[in-house]
């Protein structure tokens, strides 16, 4: 069974303090690796997608990483406009559709 | 405006009532879906369609309905809602080449 574990559960850092989200992931095969900003009250936003190890991709202040156990998102120097939820999420290889979510990391930016 | 929208965004029924979530997209994407999100579980797949009139199952279909007679509209239905149901629902659509899905607003559902 496909398993997302992310870590930790809620982050608060200062305005311009760097740091990393985890998503751990057990797949059989892996198609792909999502990472998703979630507002309060709002639908999740598409972040990155991650398809092999060794793969990077950057946004702004966001930059998704992937191996071949785990993705990082790392934040450098993040403004209160940062706070959200990120969820991970993984698609494993002849799994058709199927997304597996994490349970996501609270994050808040203070000033 | 273009892009995926659901409604109500929320509701209140009561137990033994049948409910009807709607969601529409205008990118014309093959594939739709339908998650519920709760404290402690993340989001997790009800239903999903691959195409008009054809639909499957995903993690936690029991007690929901769907149909799909129009590649832009993916209505749930509770048939007879219960108090586990209670929950916010996503629809989700992805086109037919990359696989990332594009997530509606969300509906909130109270089952009283």
């Known amino acids: 069974e496909d398993q997302v574990t992310q870590s930790p559960e809620a982050l608060r850092l200062q305005e311009g303090e760097s740091s990393s989200l985890n998503c751990s992931y057990t797949?059989?095969?892996?198609?792909?690796l999502f990472w998703y900003r979630q507002d309060p009250g709002k639908g999740p936003e598409f972040l990155f997608t991650?398809?092999?190890a060794g793969e990077e991709k950057e946004k702004e202040r966001l930059k998704a990483t992937l191996t071949k156990k785990e993705s990082f998102l790392h934040i450098t120097a993040p403004k209160p406009e940062d706070s959200a939820t990120y969820l991970c999420?993984?698609?494993?290889?002849?799994?058709?559709?199927?997304?597996?979510f994490g349970t996501g990391t609270q994050l808040k930016v203070e000033l | 405006d273009a892009g995926i929208t659901q409604s109500p965004r929320y509701k209140i029924t009561e137990t033994g009532r049948q409910v009807t979530l709607m969601c529409h997209q205008t990118?014309?994407?093959?594939?739709m879906f339908w998650y519920r999100q709760d404290l402690g579980h993340g989001l997790r797949l009800i239903y999903y369609?691959?195409?008009?009139?054809?639909?499957d199952k995903g993690e936690v279909p029991d007690g929901y309905v769907v149909s799909r007679s129009k590649t832009e509209n993916f209505p749930l239905t509770l048939e007879s809602a219960t108090r586990s149901q209670t929950s916010v629902y996503f629809c989700?659509?992805?086109?037919?080449?990359?696989?990332?899905?594009?997530f509606g607003p969300g509906t909130r559902l109270t089952v009283l």
């Open positions: 989700a659509s992805r086109g037919g080449g990359p696989d990332t899905q594009y």
């Open positions: 797949v059989s095969g892996l198609r792909g």
């Open positions: 991650l398809y092999s």
């Open positions: 999420a993984v698609q494993p290889t002849g799994g058709g559709n199927k997304l597996t």
């Open positions: 990118w014309s994407h093959s594939y």
């Open positions: 369609s691959a195409a008009a009139d054809i639909t």
